[in-house]
C-alpha cells in the first residue's frame, strides 16, 4: 500500500514536470510563432513600402518615357522644318541668283543704251554744230550780224532773221533782200534732205488790223507762209520737209517796253530739224556708228 501511494505520487510528479515542461515549449513556440509573424508583417510592410516606390518609380519612367517621346517628335519635326527651310533656302538662293543675273543683264543692256545714246547725241550734235558753221559761213557775205542770228539748241538748228531784213513795216511781203538771205539758206537746205524746215512768225505787242490783217496772229502766220512759199516755188525746196507756224505776239524773246525789244521780238525763226525717223535711227547702233556725211 505504501509502494503504492509512492508511484502515484511519483506519477503525479512526473506528470506535473511533463505538463510544466511542455506548457514552457508551447509558450516558447507561441513567442517563436508571434515573432515570426512580426517579422513577415514587417517584411510584407517593407515589400509593400517597396512595391509602392518602385510603382511610383515606374509611373515616374514611364512619364519621364513619354517626354523623351515628344521631345523625339518635336526634334523631328524641328529637323523636319529646317530640312524644308533648307531647300526653301535653296531654291530662293536659286531664284535669288537668276534674279541678279536678270538684273545685272538689264544693267549692261541699259548701259549699251546709254551709250548708244551718247553716241547719238554726239552725232546729232557733230552734225548741227556742221550745219550751223555752213550756215554761217553761206551768210556772212553782205548781211549784218544784227539781222540774223544762228544757234544750235538740243537737236535742231536756229535761224533767227529779223522783221526789217524781210518784212515792209506791218506787212507779209518780202523784200528784194529776204530772196537774197533765202536763197542762201535754201542751198543749206536742200543739201540736208534728211530735215525738215519749220519757219516760225513772231510778232510784237502793238495790235493790228487792217483790211487784210486781222490781227498778230494772223500777220504772223501769213509772214512764215510767204517763206514757206517761197522755199518751195522759187527754190524748189520739197513742200512735204516744209511746215509753217505762227506765234504771233507771244513767246517773246525780251520785253516789249522798248522800241529795240519790240524790234527783237519782230522776228521770222527757220528751224532745221532731223525728222522723226531720221532722228529714231539715231538710235539704231548701225545708223549711230555711221560716219558723218
Same mark, same amino acid.
Given at each position: 500500500m505504501k509502494l503504492r501511494k509512492q508511484y502515484l505520487l511519483i506519477l503525479c510528479v512526473g506528470i506535473g514536470m511533463?505538463?510544466?515542461?511542455?506548457?514552457?515549449?508551447?509558450?516558447?513556440?507561441?513567442?517563436?510563432y508571434e515573432r515570426s509573424l512580426a517579422l513577415k508583417n514587417?517584411?510584407?510592410?517593407?515589400?509593400?513600402?517597396?512595391?509602392?516606390?518602385?510603382?511610383?518609380?515606374?509611373?515616374?519612367?514611364?512619364?519621364?518615357?513619354?517626354?523623351?517621346?515628344?521631345? @523625339?517628335?518635336?526634334?523631328r519635326s524641328q529637323r523636319d522644318k529646317q530640312v524644308t527651310q533648307v531647300g526653301d533656302l535653296a531654291v530662293l538662293s536659286q531664284s535669288a541668283s537668276d534674279n541678279i543675273k536678270e538684273t545685272l543683264n538689264q544693267l549692261q543692256q541699259r548701259d549699251r543704251y546709254i551709250h548708244l545714246l551718247h553716241a547719238a547725241k554726239s552725232k546729232a550734235d557733230?552734225?548741227?554744230? +556742221?550745219?550751223?558753221?555752213?550756215?554761217?559761213?553761206? @551768210?556772212?557775205?553782205?548781211?549784218?550780224?544784227k539781222d540774223v542770228e544762228i544757234k544750235v539748241d538740243k537737236t535742231v538748228v536756229f535761224i533767227d532773221l529779223s522783221d526789217k531784213m524781210l518784212y515792209q513795216s506791218g506787212s507779209y511781203k518780202l523784200t528784194k533782200r529776204a530772196h537774197e538771205v533765202l536763197a542762201?539758206?535754201?542751198?543749206?537746205?536742200e543739201s540736208r534732205p534728211e530735215f525738215e524746215v519749220m519757219v516760225e512768225g513772231y510778232t510784237d505787242n502793238v495790235p493790228i488790223k487792217t483790211s487784210c490783217i486781222e490781227d498778230n496772229w494772223d500777220?504772223?502766220?501769213?509772214?512764215?507762209?510767204?517763206?514757206?512759199?517761197?522755199?518751195?516755188?522759187?527754190?524748189?525746196?520739197?513742200?512735204?520737209? @516744209?511746215?509753217?507756224?505762227?506765234?504771233?505776239?507771244?513767246?517773246?524773246?525780251?520785253?516789249?517796253?522798248?522800241?529795240?525789244?519790240? +524790234?527783237?521780238?519782230?522776228?521770222?525763226?527757220?528751224?532745221?530739224l532731223p525728222k522723226l525717223d531720221q532722228f529714231y535711227d539715231l538710235l539704231d547702233p548701225a545708223m549711230a556708228s555711221k560716219p558723218l556725211k
Open positions: 511533463s505538463s510544466c515542461v511542455s506548457t514552457k515549449k508551447f509558450t516558447k513556440m507561441k513567442d517563436g514587417d517584411l510584407l510592410d517593407d515589400c509593400n513600402k517597396q512595391l509602392s516606390v518602385n510603382t511610383t518609380s515606374l509611373g515616374l519612367r514611364e512619364q519621364q518615357l513619354a517626354d523623351l517621346k515628344d521631345q @523625339l517628335t518635336d526634334v557733230s552734225i548741227n554744230l +556742221a550745219l550751223a558753221l555752213n550756215l554761217k559761213t553761206v @551768210l556772212r557775205d553782205g548781211i549784218e550780224d542762201k539758206i535754201s542751198q543749206i537746205i500777220l504772223s502766220v501769213k509772214r512764215a507762209t510767204s517763206v514757206v512759199r517761197v522755199l518751195q516755188n522759187d527754190y524748189h525746196i520739197n513742200p512735204n520737209r @516744209l511746215i509753217a507756224a505762227g506765234r504771233g505776239e507771244y513767246n517773246i524773246k525780251t520785253s516789249n517796253d522798248t522800241a529795240q525789244g519790240k +524790234a527783237a521780238n519782230r522776228r521770222t525763226r527757220i528751224v532745221i
